[in-house]
């Protein structure tokens, strides 16, 4: 997943983005399903060799709405499965008399589940894949089933709902932010044109492009909360406050003051990190954490700046899925700001509709609850281009068809 790997699935992407565009002529409303078969799609190709071609697949239909059940229930507190973080005793009730307990109901265990789709990508797969490396290196880093599956669905687990759930911020910043919209366009157009759509190499040259896509990152970071939480390996002190070895620290990206700490409780410290400007005590906490912070710059940084920023990671644990998710993002914002319009719907006396911008869900990664809005092609010609290049793309993915046998629930 380095930056340099991560060219090599340049084409997946762009590909599987191309779909993106073209599934949204036939049916613009159901735009999250298709970013999240899109997400979906490019991580199942890289850990199992096998796309996923339908947002009915299974792959999503199961997985993907645990991963996102898991995330809204993954808040400090705020519900049962971490009350039981906060209330141990909780977690030792048996199984029937705890309905807060995840994974219960007709369903394998994600153990199982991923290890048998692991080892299918490992055994059948026509195409390389990360499944396939892990178990190469298993005996020489004494893997485990446990271990094989985690690692390799992981990938899911991480890099699905986060990517999806950006671009539907994507989308409702696109709707209410009409100016920097035509910016964009005004820009993309002079580079491109509407007989192609962008590709890798047109980015560098669309800075207001890559400006708007790094404050779609900025504006609703989608791991709001930095992540899993983390906890000093010994006590520490910080501005005063004595933060005990094994606290469980964690992040709030999301608060439009400098940088502070707030306690929520005896054991949960918040590191509050949107600044509004860079002063002695942003740069004091930057070095603390190891996130290097450039003057004047402090919003996430696309593949190619020397700098990690929040959006990615809490203290020294770096999202591994950073410079993929990245450039996936890039070329799909700038394609879908290339080919469509995002615009209010109306009522019926011709009122546009408004949206409220903050109306998210309330999880460890969040995205906009869903909403209405227009999205079409912006002209007849974009829209010829955005089919043609959908059944190229789609040939192109061929080598990737495939089914599984398994499926996380039990069939019967
Ligand atoms: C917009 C997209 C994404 C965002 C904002 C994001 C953000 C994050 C954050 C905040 C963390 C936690 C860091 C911590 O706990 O301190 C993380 C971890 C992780 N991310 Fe991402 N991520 C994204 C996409 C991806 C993708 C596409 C993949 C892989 C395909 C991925 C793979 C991972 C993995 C494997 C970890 C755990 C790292 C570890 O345990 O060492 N992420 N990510």
Redesign the pocket.
């Known amino acids: ?1 380095g930056t340099q790997q991560v060219r090599s699935y340049r084409t997946i992407q762009n590909n599987e983005s191309k779909l993106i565009a073209s599934s949204l002529l036939k049916e613009p409303t159901r735009f999250e399903k298709r970013f999240e078969r899109y997400a979906a799609s490019v ?1 199942s190709i890289i850990a199992y060799g096998r796309r996923v071609p339908s947002y009915l697949d299974p792959i999503i239909t199961e997985v993907i709405a645990i991963m996102q059940f898991a995330a809204e229930l993954n808040v400090p507190g705020k519900t049962f499965p971490m009350l039981m973080e906060t209330f141990p005793i909780l977690a030792k009730f048996p199984n029937w008399m705890a309905p807060w307990k995840m994974g219960l109901g007709r369903r394998r265990s994600g153990k199982d589940f991923f290890f048998a789709l692991a080892e299918e990508a490992n055994e059948e797969s026509p195409n390389d894949n990360f499944a396939r490396q892990i178990f190469d290196l298993k005996e020489k880093y004494d893997l485990d089933d446990r271990e094989i599956s985690a690692i390799s669905g ?2 899911f687990g ?2 699905s709902d ?2 999806s759930s ?1 671009l539907v911020t994507m989308v409702l910043a696109a709707v209410m932010f009409p100016d920097a919209v035509t910016k964009a366009q005004k820009e993309i157009d002079e580079v491109v044109g509407s007989d192609r759509s962008p590709d890798f190499d047109d980015l560098l040259n669309l800075p207001y492009v890559e400006a708007f896509v790094k404050e779609v990152f900025r504006w609703r ?3 709001i909360i ?3 939480p ?1 906890a000093p390996i010994q006590d520490d002190y910080y501005n005063g406050w004595f933060i005990p070895k094994n606290t469980w620290v964690q992040g709030n990206l999301w608060y439009p003051y400098p940088v502070s700490v707030l306690t929520l409780g005896p054991y949960i410290v918040t590191l509050e990190i949107f600044p509004t400007q860079i002063d002695s005590t942003l740069i004091d906490i930057s070095k603390r954490i190891g996130c290097h912070i450039r003057t004047r710059k402090v919003i996430t940084p696309l593949v190619g700046d020397d700098e990690v920023c929040l ?5 020294r ?6 410079a ?2 990245e450039q996936g ?1 890039h070329i799909t914002v700038a394609r879908l700001l290339w080919g469509f319009n995002f615009l209010k719907k109306k009522d019926a006396q011709g009122k546009e509709i408004d949206i409220d911008i903050f109306d998210y869900t309330n999880g460890l990664n969040w995205r906009p609850r869903p909403f209405e809005c227009i999205i079409e092609p912006r002209s007849e010609k974009i829209a010829a281009t955005i089919g043609r290049e959908g059944e190229k793309a789609l040939e192109e993915l061929l080598p990737y068809n495939g089914t599984t046998k398994y499926f996380l629930s039990i069939q019967d």
């Open positions: 997943m991580v992981n990938l991480a890099g986060t990517s950006t970071s989608v791991a930095g992540g899993q983390h959006l990615w990671m809490m203290l644990l770096v999202c591994s899925g950073q993929l998710a993002t």
